[in-house]
């Protein structure tokens, strides 16, 4: 009996483990029930719209029909391995907001004059899917079906997909490969999928820098109500926004919408029998084809759109230089990137042979920033790089390779060529190595500072300051290492900040300004404060204001602080007054030094009135130029002259920082030396012998471009200061694409969006440097002058319908930085002006429809603002000086 009994609380034991086990396997998924037809409603939505919405409605539509689903086939021994199909029918497709019949594109139209005879029949052809365990095995549908077809029908799939425990998991549907997280409740699930962790097949590109750049928020949620072992309701919600991170307002938001309402049950076809799905598929209809989840790209060909030179045509009028610095430059320079990136080598060519003079640069502007292999093949077989007459082309295609969004190997490959080649022009030369360590630091940032071509030219640039004894070719390398930002490269800049060359210190010691403060070593330090301190050697003033800088924006120690606050009284005279002024702009405007620099000073040895009532005429000032929510803009005008009061150096930047990046997004330098003997002035310690020399330097938007020189040698500067007209020099003048954001966004609905952010800039820089000998007097001038326009543009082409919308912001600006010296007396006078002219900024929003027969709706609305001008504020002793000026000037 006790045998007995023990069998019998063993076999109910294991009855209760298989029915608890046949439980957890029912917990897998949906289930249906044989002989049973389940009949839906079915309806996908979509909006697009700003991220705030508009008053107008969303662009967009509303695709119902009803659905049929019944089982097909099961496993035998596994309940869970389901073969469904799923019948289409009553489609229907109505405008997404509802307004008037002027503004409904589909009024007086049917499904089948919308979707096409052919398409409706193809959407309302029964297809199949294979669930196992709740999650799709195979897709079977049609190879003859229009891809957009496929893709509806694999979004109603993407509903039928969940698990019925809680838990994440990595799933595959029509989003593509993606963390997904379901939570279970009592007959509801939740599934939240993990957007940015979806891959598909389809890449995009951005731009590298956060601050130019474009941010995108997405989620996604569907709910899952449970009735009888299968779905009652599944309701999903879908959402993307687009913002651009210097401006959040020009925003586009796409919304999608699945509902899936079960409406009724009614006796279906009985379960077919067979061995496995491939045999049950193919006994239905042998065209049957397991397609794939994931859907394939879509080809979409522009029917009646320009052809490139047909666009050139049309946009010519704005690219001439006098139009560069209007608005309508810009765009048009944008809408020419996109028709050049979808056209042949050979069509580009055509239009690069037929620009005139006068618009060719702005055409190779266009061209090399379109980055695809076509138009990067024509500028290499337009260009000349062994004729030294064709500078100016050379030049932009360089500096538009130097600011590329996305590059890749094949541009510096192109670039090395250039570089092994012959080349006419040394400023050619110099720039086409300058410019390759900008893209090494470009590609390094993407994660392929690997690639063959990548590390050759990291080993040319690293190696090239040590392998020559050529002044220009060892300042050429620095200017390489200094835009390459290679951690490798510091200890070659240090070796250099401590060199006899001036050029050379100053490049180093500027570049190691750049790195990020984690790198700056203990032996970087110690060899930058031998040369402020001038342990070794005497160095020229500039070199040590730079040393000055690279200290105390280097997270500098309590005693690195004490002793530059000690040699303050000890230095030339405009030289202890930069420092000085340097000291005070860092604790006034709050920089990351400034609780060490109050530290130091409560030490009275280093802060008393002997060291900090020096006069001169040098300073450096920071301030605001803009802040608000999106973005930070802060300016720095540091001025150092010599004892005899002309100008040592120039140095004006600007920064924008946003979502805690930073962008250097302009400096300009000028400097000077060896101009004493023009007055017959005595020049400081350590300038006794430097020869007559005036240039400029600009670094815009991360790029150090190739400095230029005002003149060199004293009879230079004799033939040019009686030449002089006091027109500035150019240094920069083009076209920039500053903001280049490309992605398709994959609806859970099957639909696509694709998404284009762009920003371009129109930009004239240039300066210049008067001297009078007759009044006593010089004066340097920055001016900048710019135009930038940033649209967004968010399409759904479904090629039955498209929809979409473009948000679009546009402003034009100046900016002037001029400084103006009397060296009649000392401390001679000298006053700095930094003024912002008034200003437009227009925002719009344009939404758009189109059906196949050229039927079209657009509507456009804007928003102009003036911003008025304003003279930057410096100090107040720039101030009192700048009245002085000016009285005596009258």
């Keep these: 009996m006790l045998v007995r009994a023990v069998f019998w609380i063993c076999a109910v034991t294991c009855v209760t483990a298989s029915t608890k086990g046949d439980d957890a396997a029912a917990a897998a998924g949906p289930r249906l029930h044989n002989n049973q037809l389940y009949k839906f409603s079915y309806t996908t939505e979509l909006l697009l719209d700003k991220a705030r919405g508009s008053k107008e409605g969303s662009a967009g539509y509303r695709i119902s029909s009803d659905v049929n689903i019944n089982l097909v086939w099961r496993d035998p021994s596994n309940k869970e391995d389901q073969l469904i199909q799923l019948a289409i029918s009553n489609v229907r497709i109505e405008p997404a907001s509802q307004g008037s019949e002027k503004n409904n594109i589909l009024h007086g139209s049917t499904t089948e004059s919308i979707l096409g005879k052919s398409k409706l029949a ?28 496929r893709n509806l029908k694999r979004g109603i799939t993407s509903l039928l997909q969940f698990q019925i425990h809680t838990g994440k998991v990595v799933e595959n549907d029509v989003s593509g490969r993606c963390t997904v997280q379901y939570k279970a409740a009592e007959g509801q699930v939740t599934r939240t999928k993990f957007l940015e962790t979806c891959k598909t097949s389809e890449t995009g590109f951005t731009t590298h820098s956060t601050v130019l750049g474009v941010s995108r928020k997405s989620s996604s949620v569907t709910v899952f109500k449970l009735e009888d072992g299968f779905i009652k309701s599944a309701v999903a919600e879908e959402t993307h926004s687009l913002a651009v991170s210097a401006r959040r307002s020009t925003a586009a938001k796409i919304v999608s919408r699945q509902t899936l309402l079960l409406v009724g049950k009614e006796a279906g076809p009985m379960e077919m029998a067979g061995k496995d799905v491939a045999g049950v598929v193919k006994s239905i209809d042998d065209k049957l084809a397991a397609v ?25 009028k704005q690219l001439e230089p006098a139009s560069l610095s209007k608005a309508t430059a810009p765009r048009s320079f944008l809408g020419f990137i996109q028709s ?7 069509e580009i060519l055509k239009v690069l042979k037929s620009a005139s003079k006068t618009t060719l640069p702005q055409v190779v502007d266009a061209v090399t920033s379109s980055q695809t292999p076509a138009s990067l093949d024509a500028m290499l077989e337009f260009l000349n790089f062994t004729d030294a007459k064709g500078l100016v082309l050379q030049e932009r295609f360089l500096y538009a390779c130097g600011f590329a969004s996305h590059p890749n190997e094949k541009m510096l490959t192109a670039l090395l060529n250039i570089a092994k080649g012959k080349i006419g022009s040394t400023e050619i030369k110099e720039s086409v190595v300058i410019i390759m360590g900008a893209l090494v630091h470009k590609l390094c940032l ?25 002044e220009s070719e060892v300042q050429m390398y620095l200017l390489a290492l200094k835009n390459s930002l290679l951690p490798e490269a510091i200890p070659i800049l240090t070796r250099f900040a401590e060199s006899e060359v001036g050029s050379y210190s100053t490049i180093a010691l500027t570049a190691l300004q750049r790195y990020d403060v984690h790198l700056i070593t203990p032996e970087v330090k110690q060899t930058v404060n031998r040369v402020y301190h001038q342990n070794r050697r005497i160095y020229e003033k500039n070199v040590r204001a ?4 690279v200290i105390l924006s280097s997270n500098p120690s309590y005693m690195e602080v004490k002793n530059l606050l000690l040699s303050i009284g000890d230095l030339p005279h405009e030289m202890n007054k930069y420092m000085l002024s340097k000291i005070q702009d860092i604790l006034r405007f709050q920089m990351p030094a400034s609780k060490t620099i109050r530290q130091a000073l409560k030490d009275m040895i280093s802060h008393n009135y002997d060291r900090f009532a020096k006069v001169g005429s040098s300073s450096s000032y920071s301030g605001f130029m803009t802040k608000s929510r999106d973005v930070t803009s802060t300016y720095s005008l540091d001025i150092l002259y010599s004892g005899s009061g002309i100008l040592r150096r120039s140095n004006m930047n600007i920064y924008g920082s946003s979502q805690g990046s930073m962008l250097h997004g302009l400096q300009v330098a000028i400097e000077a030396q060896g101009l004493e003997t023009l007055i017959a002035a005595t020049p400081d310690e350590g300038e006794e012998d430097l020869e007559s020399f005036a240039g400029m330097s600009a670094l815009l938007f991360d790029v150090q471009l190739r400095p230029v020189t005002f003149f060199k040698g004293y009879s230079d500067l004799m033939s040019k200061m009686f030449s002089m007209t006091g027109e500035p020099m150019n240094v920069v003048k083009g076209l920039i694409l500053l903001t280049d954001h490309s992605e398709v966004i994959q609806l859970q609905s099957g639909l696509k969006a ?56 546009e402003t034009e600006a100046s900016l002037d930085f001029i400084t103006t010296v009397q060296f009649s007396e000392y401390p001679f006078l000298v006053c700095m002006q930094m003024d912002k002219a008034t200003f437009p900024v227009s925002e719009y929003f344009t939404r758009y429809e189109s059906l196949p027969s050229g039927k079209s709706i657009k509507s456009r609305k804007g928003k102009k603002q003036l911003v008025p001008g304003s003279e930057f504020p410096l100090h107040q002793e720039n101030s009192n000086m700048c009245k002085r000026v000016f009285e005596s000037s009258w």
């Design 446 to 470: 993407k994660g392929s500072c690997d690639l063959p071509t990548v590390v050759q030219v990291k080993n040319m640039i690293l190696e090239g300051p040590e392998s020559t004894n050529v």
């Design 340 to 346: 050049i990136r979808k056209a042949s080598k050979d």
């Design 754 to 809: 694709s998404a284009e952010f762009q920003g371009g800039l129109a930009i004239d820089i240039s300066g210049g440097m008067e001297i009078s000998l007759w009044y006593r007097e010089s004066k340097t001038s920055v001016n900048n002058r710019a135009a930038l326009v940033v649209t967004g543009n968010v399409t759904v082409d479904m090629d039955f319908l498209r929809a979409g919308l473009e948000v679009s912001f």
């Design 292 to 316: 794939g989840i994931v859907p394939e790209k879509l080809k979409t060909q522009c029917k009646g759109c320009p052809t490139l030179f047909e666009h050139w045509q049309v946009v010519q």
């Design 546 to 549: 730079a040393a000055a800088d």
């Design 122 to 149: 193809a959407l309302t052809k029964p297809f199949l899917v294979h669930l196992k365990n709740g999650k799709t095995k195979a897709f079977y549908s049609y190879w003859s079906e229009p891809s957009t077809i």
